[in-house]
């Protein structure tokens, strides 16, 4: 005989909540947070024009530029930057903090 299957009730969960369980499972949490801190550093630092490539692991994003003048300019305000984009990335929904916020930042 067909018994109905009975789905129990839950307290409502906020979406942003449910999308980071969904990265999390899926293992997409780093990727995401790599795009999201690449994201910030184009908004963050001016320098996206001479930017070639970003990298970000452990905390340190390493990113190459393509000017020495830039590089030369960015490496003074490394702290500053930091802060910035830490402060931008709290603002994220997505991120996931568990992972890490930047602690360096490697000009090359």
Known sequence: MFRPYRIERREAEPMEEIMKLFLRKRGLGTRMNAQLISDAW?????ASAYTIGRFYRDGVLT????????????????????????????????????????????LR
């Open 42 to 46: 184009d908004r963050v630092s001016g």
């Open 63 to 106: 990113v190459t530029l393509s000017s020495s003048v830039a590089r030369n300019q960015l490496y003074y305000r490394r702290e500053e930057l930091v802060k910035a984009l830490n402060r931008e990335l709290e603002k994220e929904s997505l991120f996931d903090r568990e992972k890490g916020l930047v602690k360096s930042i490697v």
